[in-house]
């Protein structure tokens, strides 16, 4: 059982920025990883923002190209998720997911029910 841990949400003004962060524990010996964010408003279907796994590979929701970065250095490090040019849009929980599978991240979109973990959420809101 791996337990994610979701830091850095907040309140900001449209144009600001946030860095979220995600902490997993315990790990383990793997290297590989499958990890991204989620996020959800009232009333709304989650909805996937952006995923990273240890190939490199990255895939971003078309919504947040270009003013998103999700990073990761290796297996053991923090998740991260900089959030720049920030819209009222972009106000919802956040969650953090995590694959050990890697069946989350071959697929050609980000599908919820692919990460089996998941944080408690950071709530991120953001004014106009």
């Known amino acids: 059982q791996v337990h994610l841990v979701e830091s850095g949400g907040g309140s900001v003004q449209a144009g600001g920025s946030l860095r979220l962060s995600c902490s997993a524990s315990?790990?383990?010996?793997?290297?590989?990883?499958?990890m991204g964010w989620f996020r959800q408003s009232p009333g709304e279907e989650r909805e996937g923002v952006a995923r990273?796994?240890?190939?490199?590979?990255?895939t971003y929701a078309d919504s947040v190209k270009g003013r998103f970065t999700i990073s990761k250095d290796n297996a053991e490090s923090p998740l991260y998720l900089q959030m720049n040019s920030l819209k009222p849009e972009d106000t919802a929980m956040y969650y953090c997911?995590?694959?050990?599978?890697?069946?989350?991240?071959?697929?050609?979109?980000?599908?919820?029910?692919?990460?089996?973990?998941w944080g408690q959420g950071t709530q991120v809101t953001v004014s106009a």
């Open positions: 315990p790990w383990g010996t793997s290297t590989y990883y499958c």
């Open positions: 990273v796994d240890s190939d490199g590979k990255i």
């Open positions: 997911v995590s694959d050990p599978v890697g069946g989350a991240c071959a697929s050609r979109t980000l599908v919820p029910s692919y990460f089996h973990y």
